[in-house]
């Protein structure tokens, strides 16, 4: 059963442009994660076989972010009220722990095959890694146009999966090239050590974005300092407190605040014009503000501070509330 509440901004993402990308760049990258599998197995090339593991992350990567746009296209139910919106952002906080999880093992492998480098088929790993960097070519193209079109974390974190990728077949094609030319036999594990080092500062970055999302922390694009002095300067507002303002997911904002408003203005007109500024100039649309007067709600210390510092104690509000 649909939520029956009434919701004037709909918690839902319709992203057309980043759904047809994601299944395009699934099926190219399942494809070629079997090629990369066998080619690294025939090879016996650990730099392939690190970047076959990198395109495996991948394809989970795309399936997850795949649900996630599903599930935000969700309308809001009694339990979630947000909708599925936060979705996006666990996927992506999971890829990022795959990204690093991944680089963590290619290094530990690197390591282990710098000391005992083991027989390679160069030629083989030359061939497959090649036709690797051109797929890896296209989807990175294909997902950078793609967030041009739409903000999605989750495709931000697909198109770092594939910057890694990307980079991982540069490498192995030069190992490959080092190792025929001078029979340096470690350049191959320690090229997929460098790559396994990208992976994870990629993952890192992902992390680091999911993760202020989930803690629910004020979006880098905004100054809260500055949206609280615009909401001061709208006549009638003498007192903004109890701000907040996070990310449900990305491009997704809410806002709430709490007011003192001048009791001779109209609240519902002082309402109208802080959400007219939050829309107009901060592309704010969930906003909700409470107005309140110090005397008549309970703010203790600070609600008397406020008062006291405008000579104002003994105010007569202009109305009582029965309690």
Known sequence: MLFQDFHHQLHVKQQT??????WITLWITVFFTLVEIIGGLVSNSLALLSDSAHMISDVIALALSMVAIYLASRPPTPRFTFGFLRFEIIAAFLNGLALAAISIGIVIEGIRRMINPPEVNYPVMLFIST???????????????????????????????????????????????????????????????????????????????????????????????????????????????????????????????????????????????????????????????????????PHGEYGRRFLAERGREDEDPGFSCPV
């Open 131 to 297: 036709i690797g960097l051109i797929v890896n070519i296209v989807l990175t193209y294909v997902l950078s146009r793609s967030m041009k079109e739409e903000d999605n974390l989750n495709v931000k974190s697909a198109l770092w999966h594939f910057i890694g990728d990307l980079l991982s077949s540069i490498g192995v094609i030069a190992s490959a090239l080092l190792i025929l030319a001078t029979g340096w036999h470690w350049m191959d594990a320690f090229i997929s050590i460098a790559i396994g080092g990208v992976i994870l500062v990629g993952g890192a970055r992902i992390i680091r974005e999911s993760c202020l999302v989930l803690m629910e922390s004020v979006p880098e694009a905004y100054d809260l300092q500055q949206i609280q002095q615009d909401i001061l300067s709208i006549p009638g507002v003498e007192d903004v407190h109890e701000m907040h303002l996070w990310a449900i997911s990305s491009g997704h904002y809410s806002l709430t605040a709490h007011v003192f408003v001048n009791k001779d203005m109209q609240p519902l007109c002082v309402i109208l014009a802080i959400n007219e500024m939050l829309k107009e100039k901060y592309s704010i649309v969930h906003a909700t503000i409470q107005t309140e007067h110090a005397q008549i709600h």
């Open 17 to 22: 442009a980043s759904k047809r990308t994601l």
